[in-house]
């Protein structure tokens, strides 16, 4: 079994900062790209970064230069910085990899049950 778990959510004034954290534990072969999605509020989800194994990043457009992905490679960690966080920003946030089982070495998809951020005065 594969568990993604992401802490780091809250409740942030505007103009403040954040970051998530998400792990990924289980019977781990190999980990691909490790990404960050939101889904406000009545919305779909959306994607927001990604970070491949050679830790090549891409963000979406809107968000850039507010938002820093990392990964922990050594941890199998994924981490997301946001700042100047706005209303609009408020929605959970969910983590998602892919993962190879160490088992049977084949590859599946993987999302985290998410983490709420708020954004509010």
């Known amino acids: 079994q594969v568990q993604l778990v992401e802490s780091g959510g809250g409740l942030v004034q505007p103009g403040g900062s954040l970051s998530l954290s998400c792990a990924a534990s289980?019977?781990?072969?190999?980990?691909?790209?490790m990404s960050w999605f939101r889904q406000a509020p009545g919305k779909g989800r959306t994607f927001i970064a990604t970070i491949t194994g050679g830790g090549r990043t891409t963000y979406l457009d809107s968000l850039k230069g507010r938002v820093i992905i990392s990964r922990d490679s050594a941890n199998n960690t994924v981490a997301l910085e946001m700042n100047s966080l706005k209303p609009e920003d408020t929605a959970v946030y969910y983590c998602y990899a892919r993962i190879a089982s160490s088992s049977t070495f084949t590859w599946s998809d993987y999302w985290g049950r998410g983490t709420q951020v708020t954004v509010s005065s």
């Open positions: 289980g019977s781990i072969g190999g980990i691909g790209a």
